[in-house]
């Protein structure tokens, strides 16, 4: 400060360590308002129980074959069926032709986990919670879900085979952890 | 488009955009005492208390109070970190203020042309007295509860008018639908403090006397004084943060708020407690309400309290304000620690007698 007051026309003596300190104090001050900063904008960010709601993990060895398990994740009934090695063959050789609104089993299956469907259980006509997660429940003449409502049927797969409904039951984001468990959003 | 030409374009559109610009390039007189930072230093921290109260706000549940604050503390991430951020941000803003105040008051800045400034300044008290009182109330703990439980019972005893703006205002008896009225006040006040202290710096701008002689450029000169001036504040924050983060909160907000607890005196945050001091110089209720009201209106009031017309200072009346500085003092320190007898109540009153009868008296005699 002191030999600032010669005024702005005076040339520094040491105008290089005058530079230095400049861009140090600035670098000083963008460290410091950062690291204010830093905890505002961390505490706006979900925390470890929001994080655990958004993604749960669900076992799935449980499912016994031939039925589903419905779970809920963000207000959605999710179902996970595990399908028999006759099911998937049936529902292999279904011409595309068809299906109301084609898919592939590859698209509606996590590759390497074949036997397990991952589905958003509402009927995709008028929106409507569906039946045929157990054997004993009405599964309708694709051995899939029926809707109660309208009665749109659906294949194992969760493809669209009849009625009002015109789309494939959607499928939420999901990865499987292992063989044992997968990870929903 | 050039960045210079952006300007142009913005400049001939927007009144004020340039005041930044115009700030760093402005010329002013050498050796500006370090106390002349203290307004910046003041809006650095109403700044950091609008973006922690932006980051609390969401947390917060007015009908559960104590709670959402728990939560806060150890749910939110960081959450502790924003919440003193806020307490501490609070407490330094008014260290700053007060400061600032008791030196325009020792420096006689209030007399004109700057008394438009000097009504700012005591308007931003107000606003902040009255923000920093619904935070203590908005922590959910028995000593705001009951802080808000004795303003309710007022507002309730007010007759006409007046009483019925308050019970507006308040929203009933003391719960959490008045809480939720006052987080909502809480924030419309913050928002006015941030409108004052612009008008109070515009104001101070105007008052300032014309530059004799060749200044010194704000770039880079007073903005390195600026930059170490919030360096030292940085530390002083930093230090409280990690040593005493509670300190001078008082301690009766760490129990959850029960209708069933009135403490025998009300533990305020210290800087509430002059306001707390003087409105008790005055008894019953209405007293109270008159006190606040009155030391609001001679603070206000005081550039032509003043009867020195421009004079030199006066030594008396210089010794007087350093008195009427310990008074407010001890005025907190009395309400913070109570200790009961006649002395609370003459600190109070002396604060009213300094403006009302000391000031014109001694100042007219002081200039004749």
Redesign the interface.
């Known amino acids: 400060?002191a030999e600032?007051?010669a005024?702005?026309d005076a040339v520094p003596p040491e105008a290089g360590r005058r530079d230095f300190l400049?861009i140090l104090?600035m670098a000083?001050?963008a460290v410091?308002v950062g690291s204010?900063?830093w905890?505002?904008l961390?505490?706006?960010?979900p925390?470890?129980?929001g994080k655990a709601q958004a993604r749960p993990i669900i076992n799935v060895s449980d499912i016994a074959e031939n039925s589903a398990k419905a779970v809920q994740w963000a207000g959605l009934p999710i179902l996970i069926r595990r399908l028999t090695d006759q099911q998937i063959a049936v529902a292999s050789v279904v011409a595309m032709a068809d299906l109301p609104d084609p898919a592939e089993v590859s698209s509606r299956v996590a590759p390497g986990n074949r036997h397990f469907v991952v589905v958003v259980g509402l009927n995709t006509g008028i929106p409507c919670q569906l039946e045929g997660n157990s054997p004993t429940d009405p599964r309708g003449h694709y051995d899939g879900w029926v809707c109660p409502c309208d009665g749109s049927e659906y294949d194992v797969l969760g493809r669209v085979r009849s009625g009002p409904a015109k789309y494939n039951l959607a499928i939420p984001r999901f990865t499987f952890i292992n063989n044992n468990q997968i990870q929903l959003g | 488009m050039r960045v210079e030409a952006k300007q142009g374009w913005l400049a001939s559109r927007v009144p004020g955009f340039t005041c930044v610009r115009d700030m760093l390039c402005e010329s002013r007189s050498?050796?500006a005492p370090w106390l002349a930072t203290l307004p910046t230093l003041l809006a650095a921290m109403l700044v950091?208390l609008l973006?922690?109260g932006v980051?609390l706000a969401?947390?917060y549940d007015p009908r559960h109070a104590y709670a959402a604050l728990q939560t806060i503390m150890r749910?939110?991430?960081?959450?502790w970190?924003?919440l003193s951020?806020h307490q501490i941000g609070a407490s330094l803003a008014f260290a700053l203020l007060y400061l600032h105040l008791f030196r325009i008051l020792l420096v006689r800045g209030y007399r004109a042309p700057a008394e438009f400034g000097w009504m700012l300044w005591v308007k931003l008290l107000v606003v902040l007295l009255l923000a920093g009182w619904m935070g203590f109330v908005l922590n959910g703990g028995v000593g705001g509860h009951s802080s808000l439980f004795n303003a309710v019972n007022a507002a309730m005893l007010l007759p006409g008018i007046p009483g019925a703006v308050a019970m507006w205002v308040f929203g009933g008896a003391s719960g959490g639908a008045t809480l939720a009225r006052l987080l909502v006040f809480h924030a419309l006040l913050a928002l006015c403090a941030a409108w004052i202290i612009l008008m109070a710096f515009a104001a101070d701008k105007k008052a300032r006397p014309v530059l004799q002689g060749?200044g010194?450029?704000f770039w880079?000169?007073y903005a390195?004084?600026y930059?170490a001036a919030?360096?030292v504040l940085?530390l002083v924050f930093a230090v409280l943060l990690g040593f005493v983060p509670h300190w001078g909160q008082g301690t009766q907000n760490t129990i959850p708020a029960a209708t069933a607890v009135i403490p025998a005196a009300i533990s305020y945050p210290w800087y509430l407690t002059p306001a707390a001091g003087l409105a008790g110089a005055f008894p019953g209720v209405a007293g109270h309400i008159c006190a606040m009201i009155l030391a609001a209106a001679l603070l206000y009031a005081l550039p032509w309290l003043d009867r020195s017309r421009g004079a030199r200072h006066g030594r008396v009346y210089m010794a007087l304000t350093w008195l009427l500085g310990v008074d407010v003092l001890m005025l907190g320190l009395v309400t913070a620690f109570p200790m009961g007898g006649v002395l609370p109540k003459l600190l109070g009153l002396w604060f009213y007698f300094h403006f009302l009868v000391l000031t014109p008296l001694v100042t007219m005699m002081e200039a004749a």
């Open positions: 400060m600032s007051t005024g702005p400049k104090a000083g001050g410091g204010v900063v905890p505002l961390g505490a706006l960010t925390g470890a129980g | 050498p050796g950091l973006a922690s980051v969401p947390f749910d939110v991430p960081g959450g970190l924003v951020y060749p010194v450029p880079p000169i390195a004084q930059f919030l360096s940085a």
